[in-house]
């Protein structure tokens, strides 16, 4: 055999260094799970699940708040378009996602930055978003979403003449499956509606033009109760004395908007609580558009009674696409 010749049976170095390093892995790997901890006592077990379940939370709070929610809807104002029980996955990405709003399960509210979207609400959007409190607040007592429909926007006129809706002037359809109640007697709520004192109820509403950053609302002794609550849930402070308005104490006699708003209508026309009683929803607090109904129920029905809970399921609403 010369001297450069190998014999048959030797191993390159390369397979020894291979070998070296699964031995070294096995061993080591052989170490870790010797090492590894597990939990030894109650309060260890009960740690590692609050640490599973807090983390699952945190990831449900950041999808819910970035992409995709899932809405209940509560009530029949919208019906039919929408039903008390349908289950709605909801884009939140659309209009603009954000930080997560509120705690799951507890729905306490948290402090969220919103991002921009990819547009804002259009007139004709159903829209989901957070309830900007009752008329004759300055903000709810608790964080809660609503769903309507965007039936205008910021720079918009509307008005209600016998129940038709006219924006700018011109008649607008009633949605696909929107519906009245020829039952319904006629309203006669002028004290309920908003804003305060101009006599708008829920069949003759307006005209009113829906207010936008930057518009001008003139404001006197005679007219400042109708926006006391509009100014006051922007921030600012309203007040008169024997002259005339005082606004952050300052008088004046007009306030300059500094948000801008839409106006939002069950499709229920005859059976909704909306814009026409609580006033504008501002934009920043329009939080997405339903996608689909991937559950359905009727809502009226315990749990309890479980049976007929499972009988009421509504398959024919399962993904049923929302417009």
């Not at 995709?68 to 029949?76: D, H, K, R, W």
Request: aromatic share 14%; glycine share 6%; net charge neutral.
């Amino acid at each position: 055999m010369s001297k450069n010749q190998k014999p048959q049976d030797s191993v390159p170095n390369s397979e020894i260094k291979d070998q070296n390093a699964i031995q070294k892995f096995i061993a080591w790997n052989k170490k870790r799970k010797a090492n590894k901890k597990e939990p030894e006592t109650f309060g260890e077990s009960v740690l590692s699940w609050v640490k599973t379940i807090v983390g699952a939370i945190i990831v449900v709070m950041i999808i819910n708040g970035l992409a995709i929610a899932s809405f209940v809807v509560p009530t029949g104002s919208m019906e039919d378009t929408v039903m008390p029980g349908d289950f709605l996955f909801v884009n939140k990405f659309v209009y603009g996602p954000s930080t997560p709003q509120v705690i799951p399960f507890v729905n306490i509210p948290l402090p969220f930055y919103r991002f921009p979207g990819i547009k804002d609400p259009e007139k004709g959007d159903v829209i989901v978003f957070i309830y900007p409190g009752d008329r004759d607040e300055v903000e709810d007592q608790d964080f809660q979403y609503y769903l309507k429909r965007c039936i205008a926007v910021g720079g918009d006129t509307i008005a209600v003449r016998d129940n038709i809706v006219y924006i700018n002037g011109e008649k607008q359809q009633m949605p696909e499956y929107a519906k009245t109640d020829p039952s319904s007697p006629r309203s006669y709520d002028k004290w309920q509606t908003f804003p305060p004192g101009m006599n708008f109820t829920r069949d003759n509403y307006g005209p009113i033009v829906v207010p936008k950053e930057g518009d001008t609302i003139r404001i006197s002794k005679n007219n400042w109760k109708f926006w006391e609550y509009f100014i006051k849930k922007e921030g600012h402070e309203i007040t008169t004395d024997n002259v005339g308005v005082i606004i952050d104490g300052k008088p004046t006699d007009h306030y300059v908007v500094k948000r801008d708003y839409v106006f939002g209508m069950g499709d229920n026309r005859y059976h909704s609580a909306d814009s026409r009683y609580w006033g504008f929803i501002p934009e920043e607090n329009v939080v997405g558009t339903p996608i689909l109904v991937y559950w359905s129920w009727d809502p009226n029905i315990a749990i309890s009674n479980f049976f007929d809970k499972i009988s009421s399921i509504r398959w024919s609403r399962i993904t049923k696409l929302i417009d």
